[in-house]
């Protein structure tokens, strides 16, 4: 059973950074694309980051030069880090295959909320 363990939020100013983790288990992690998922309040969960193999990443306009999304196929562990965060990148995120047609059952996510 694929397990996803999300780590990493939590309460920081605009401005700020967090590293946010997530550790995958009960798969081959190394032949998925993976990708960093937000639910901001009221709103549907979006792809904001994603990685194809080891480096080729791409990012959604509203995080486009302050994330920067990374795995480590020997920890199983992709990574996002968030910099010059803004209260609107509150939310809760969540990693999860992406563009591969399918999901992992989701992991309980991690909050981040940024005060302003």
């Known amino acids: 059973q694929v397990q996803l363990v999300e780590s990493g939020g939590g309460l920081v100013q605009a401005g700020g950074s967090l590293r946010l983790s997530c550790t995958v288990s009960?798969?081959?992690?190394?032949?998925?694309?993976m990708g960093w998922y937000r639910r901001a309040p009221g709103q549907a969960r979006e792809l904001i980051a994603w990685i194809i193999r080891t480096s080729d990443t791409n990012y959604a306009d509203s995080v486009k030069g302050r994330f920067t999304i990374s795995r480590d196929n020997a920890k199983k562990t992709v990574y996002l880090q968030m910099n010059n965060l803004k209260p609107e990148d509150t939310g809760v995120y969540y990693c999860?295959?992406?563009?591969?047609?399918?999901?992992?059952?989701w992991g309980q996510g991690t909050q981040v909320t940024v005060s302003s």
């Open positions: 009960g798969t081959i992690f190394s032949t998925n694309h």
């Open positions: 999860n295959k992406a563009l591969m047609g399918s999901h992992f059952t």
